[in-house]
């Protein structure tokens, strides 16, 4: 059964701004952190943010002057606004979930940066 699921994804131009969302399953408990990593075509995953479940945030030195990652007060749902996009931004984006038991992740979700 599908526990995280990320949405907001889409087609920009480069400059502009968006927003993507990561939420978990009731299913899905003791989360000590979640956070975005990307994956480019013909490229390995990487590391972009993260997010403590006492709302310390780390970024990837690529985007840390221009995301923004934060959480809700529940603690099962991260965002990540994204300003000034460009080209090399395009990939898909994979929302984990730690816990004590296993690193959870959802299926990703498509962000395309045109120049």
């Known amino acids: 059964q599908v526990q995280l699921v990320e949405s907001g994804g889409g087609l920009v131009q480069a400059g502009s701004s968006l927003s993507v969302s990561c939420t978990a399953s009731k299913m899905v408990t003791g989360i000590q952190a979640m956070g975005w990593y990307r994956q480019a075509p013909g490229k390995q995953r990487e590391f972009v943010a993260t997010i403590r479940s006492n709302g310390s945030p780390n970024y990837a030195d690529s985007v840390k002057d221009r995301f923004h990652i934060a959480k809700n007060k529940v603690g099962n749902t991260v965002y990540l606004q994204m300003n000034s996009l460009n080209p090399e931004d395009t990939a898909v984006y994979y929302c984990?979930?730690?816990?004590?038991?296993?690193?959870?992740w959802g299926p990703g979700t498509q962000v395309s940066v045109s120049s």
């Open positions: 984990p979930a730690v816990t004590p038991w296993r690193d959870l």
